[in-house]
């Protein structure tokens, strides 16, 4: 996708009921939130009509119901993410990210042969 998102706490929490499973209901969507977050319908209904507006959700008329679904996958919103923390906090230095993430993660093995992989893939680029 073109567009870059930024998603606030609410919208992840959104986003990722939806990914989850979708297409969901609104009624699904409100009760999911409420078990998890303890959401009012209100807050549910606010945040799904803001996130349409935004372009992050869309829906389709259901026979009884509006089926809404993600706009964006996962990957893509992880990934602007990912960029955005790059350059906001480590000024576009993987390096320097890497060394901060590391020693706190205690990398496994499985995790080290997974980062060789991703970079024999790219080819150093």
Known sequence: MEEKFSLNNSEWEIMECLWENSPKTIVQMVKEMKEK?????????????RMEAK???????????????????????AANEAQTLLHKVFHGQIGLMLSAL????????????????ILHKTGGK
């Open 37 to 49: 977050k303890d959401w009012a319908k209100s807050t549910t209904n606010t945040m799904i009509r």
């Open 55 to 77: 372009g992050l959700i869309f829906y389709e008329q259901g026979e009884k119901a509006r089926l809404y679904f993600p706009k964006i996958k996962r990957e893509e919103i």
């Open 102 to 117: 590391v020693p706190q993660n205690n990398l496994t093995d499985e995790d080290i042969r997974e980062l060789e992989d």
